[in-house]
């Protein structure tokens, strides 16, 4: 090796702030996270609106309490795993950022961390370690606080409402990363960002602020020797009672404890050094003060222990005043700002960490609070992330994620979000998606359609009530007795509402805000309500995978007119099943129409004509007319294609069965249906007749009744 290239001595102006153990910490320089495919083309987080920045990226939104206050996850678009998600709150309607614990309502900061304890139990469970190859997995949960740094990167562009991360690193994420220990990382920007060298002293700080202070029961400060246990993250600890403790108001109250702490000590070091309490604006800097007048200020403050007023000397030594060149080039440059001086205001991260278990002994493992704060600079960044070792997670080039890793993301977040539906009670889940959110779109003319509201006394008109009471008597014949029921198409709630009062949990989806909105109310005064009321398409349900027990698409496939919409929807209704669930999926048969329009009258209507005779030829039925009597744009099957499309989407049909039969032709249908003696005989009949095959084509509705197989040894799923 030659002189020119030896390796420099690193010189780390900071370099005295590490205590003596830390060059011997490991560290993961760089860790590559899997990306997504297709990533939004910028990352700014500039809109107005938390809806049109994260659009399709919402997975649910769950509303806490009454006054719009809602908590949305949001699936990454930059993830930092596999598995992971973010939990953002928003405020009343959004025009207000609430970014800290303390800005937020506790009963939204309790729900938070609700959700929090969620997760964990989630990722702990056997049957989701089994799933996810989660065994040994390391779990990062926390919030970023940095409101008023938005001369960094992180401050400036990305979202500054409180958000919490739900990470979740598999041991292979791991597997392949190279090791080192921090001592052998000679890049000084590199080796700040893996371990700040001033996240130490900040935590001695923080711990001097709060030592007289009471804590709640079961919780203790982590003291000096424990600062960073078994490799576990830099920063200010306090031990909690366990996993358990999170989803306590006890809980929320600490962390607002903490941070108003955090920021009462934050603000009496900011007048030490610049003469200030108030934090300066984006791309400015106030003065510093002179040594000797910090270390006058410091000494005022009793409150301090000896070591940490010793550290804040020697960290005023070792700052100096930016420039306006040096500030106008850091914008530039945002790389470089990020890793600059900031005095802007208190940032920390604060999470919950606890070191992997082995399986048998998780239950038992000591769980701590993580406090790492930026003080007075941000020339390092948060270790903690990465779990416990610190490590830099790079997310612009790592490799782009798998087919079966994005199918595993998604199985992994669904099934999440199915646990947070359950833990959530009454109707208060909702998820207001904007059309696009949903990945799909309804068609103009089938919203225009539904805009009029006649869907809500449908099945009142004394005519149409057969096809209620009918479908009904099928419904009770065929379902499981009781579970989780999943009514896709479920409009204003006829049925969903009837399912609830037998006693199943039953989930309402349906793209058309206003039968969300009648369905709702229909559920305010219900005894039985539903779990919940979700505006979602049939084809990418807001469900998770294998979470119900029944599927009901009594209305989707009428309206989805191209076959792979319809497999679309008949693939999600065997996503969302159990093994053994069962499905119960309507169609219109296009060969009704014929007697239905002759019976009206209709049929003289040349246009009507035309109408059918294209939907007697390939099931699409195009309503030019403007007439309601008609439709809107649909689909109308045949009896056999029903059931072959259930088949082909792996569903094993087991009834095919008509519905109204030919009862609407029947002149004084509605007088029968009033008369409960006239309607039992007719319903009777109608039940004798309803499998027969010739007469199926005859019934304005067609109700398939299939099951999802359970897997055996020759048909393993692999989703
Ligand atoms: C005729 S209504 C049936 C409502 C209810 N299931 C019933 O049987 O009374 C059809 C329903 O399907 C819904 N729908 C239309 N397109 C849909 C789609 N792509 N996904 C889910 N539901 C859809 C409509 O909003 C409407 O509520």
């Given amino acids: 090796m030659t002189a020119a290239t030896a390796r420099r001595p690193v010189v780390d102006r900071f370099g005295p702030l590490y205590p003596a153990?830390?060059?011997?910490?490991?560290?993961?320089?760089?860790?590559?996270?899997?990306?997504?495919?297709?990533?939004?083309?910028?990352?700014?987080?500039?809109?107005?609106?938390y809806r049109d920045h994260y659009g399709p990226h919402i997975l649910r939104e769950y509303p806490v309490g009454d006054s719009g206050d809602r908590i949305v996850v949001v699936d990454k678009a930059f993830p930092h795993s596999v598995y992971d998600m973010m939990l953002l709150a928003t405020v009343g309607d959004d025009t207000v950022i609430a970014s800290s614990v303390s800005d937020v309502p506790e009963a939204m900061l309790t729900t938070l961390l609700t959700f929090c304890g969620q997760f964990v139990r989630y990722v702990h469970a056997s049957s989701t370690r089994r799933r996810f190859g989660l065994d040994g997995a390391q779990l990062m949960i926390g919030t970023n606080y940095d409101p008023s740094t938005t001369d960094r990167d992180n401050g400036q562009w990305w979202d500054k409402r409180m958000h919490w991360h739900l990470n979740c690193w598999p041991t292979t994420a791991y597997r392949d990363a190279s090791m080192a220990s921090l001592g052998d990382v000679n890049d000084v920007n590199r080796r700040r960002a893996l371990v700040d060298p001033i996240a130490h002293l900040a935590a001695r700080i923080m711990r001097d602020a709060i030592r007289t202070q009471p804590l709640p029961t079961g919780c203790r400060l982590a003291d000096d020797t424990d600062l960073n246990p078994e490799g576990g993250p830099v920063g200010f600890k306090i031990a909690l009672p366990g996993w358990d403790f999170l989803p306590d108001t006890t809980c929320a109250r600490l962390l607002v404890h903490l941070h108003d702490v955090a920021a009462g000590a934050y603000a009496q070091l900011r007048r030490c050094f610049t003469g200030s309490p108030a934090a300066s604006p984006p791309w400015t800097r106030p003065g510093l003060l002179p040594p000797g007048q910090v270390a006058a200020n410091l000494d005022e403050l009793t409150w301090l222990s000896e070591p940490a007023r010793q550290g804040l000397r020697t960290l005023r030594s070792l700052l100096r005043d930016v420039t306006t060149g040096e500030m106008n080039l850091m914008r530039a440059d945002m790389d470089l700002a990020n890793r600059c001086l900031t005095l802007a205001g208190l940032d920390y991260h604060l999470g919950f960490w606890s070191p992997p278990q082995p399986g048998s002994s998780r239950g038992r493992a000591p769980v701590y609070l993580v406090m790492q704060f930026k003080l007075l600079s941000a020339i390092g960044s948060s270790p903690a992330i990465g779990g416990s070792v610190a490590s830099i997670l790079d997310r612009f080039r790592g490799p782009i994620m798998s087919a079966q890793q994005t199918r595993l993301r998604r199985q992994f977040q669904d099934r999440f979000l199915a646990l947070l539906d359950c833990h959530t009670e009454g109707v208060n889940v909702s998820n207001r998606m904007p059309d696009a959110a949903m990945g799909?779109?309804?068609?103009?003319?089938?919203?225009?359609?539904?805009?009029?509201?006649?869907?809500?006394?449908?099945?009142n008109d004394p005519r149409r009530h057969i096809e209620y009471l009918r479908t009904i008597d099928i419904l009770t014949r065929h379902l499981p007795t009781a579970g989780i029921v999943a009514d896709v198409g479920g409009g204003p709630g006829a049925y969903a509402l009837r399912l609830a009062a037998d006693g199943h949990r039953v989930h309402l989806v349906d793209p058309v805000p206003l039968h969300l909105e009648q369905a709702e109310a229909r559920c305010a005064d219900a005894e039985s309500p539903l779990a919940s009321i979700l505006r979602g398409d049939a084809r990418r349900l807001p469900l998770g995978s294998g979470s119900c027990d029944t599927v009901l698409l009594l209305g989707p496939l009428y309206h989805l007119t191209d076959a792979a919409d319809r497999a679309r929807a008949w693939a999600e209704a065997h996503r969302v099943l159990v093994p053994g669930g069962v499905v119960a999926a309507a169609a219109t048969s296009r060969f009704y129409t014929t007697w239905e329009y002759l019976a009206k009258n209709l049929y003289d209507d040349p246009a009507v004509e035309a109408i059918l005779a294209r939907h007697l030829c390939d099931g699409q039925h195009r309503n030019p007319t403007g007439d309601r009597r008609l439709f809107t744009t649909g689909y109308f099957h045949s009896p056999r294609e029903l059931a072959v499309e259930a088949s082909t989407a792996g569903l094993r049909p087991h009834a095919l069965l008509a519905v109204e039969g030919a009862a609407k032709l029947l002149p004084d249908l509605a007088e029968r249906l009033r008369d409960p003696h006239r309607r039992d005989l007719l319903l009777r009949a109608m039940r004798r007749v309803e499998a027969e095959p010739s007469l199926l084509g005859m019934s304005e509705h067609i109700l398939l009744i299939a099951h999802k197989p359970a897997p055996d040894s020759t048909t393993q799923e692999t989703t």
């Fill in 440 to 459: 799909t779109s309804i068609t103009p003319e089938i919203l225009a359609f539904y805009a009029h509201g006649a869907e809500q006394e449908r099945l």
């Fill in 21 to 49: 153990s830390a060059m011997a910490l490991p560290v993961i320089p760089r860790l590559p996270m899997p990306r997504l495919a297709a990533p939004p083309p910028d990352v700014r987080n500039l809109s107005a609106h």
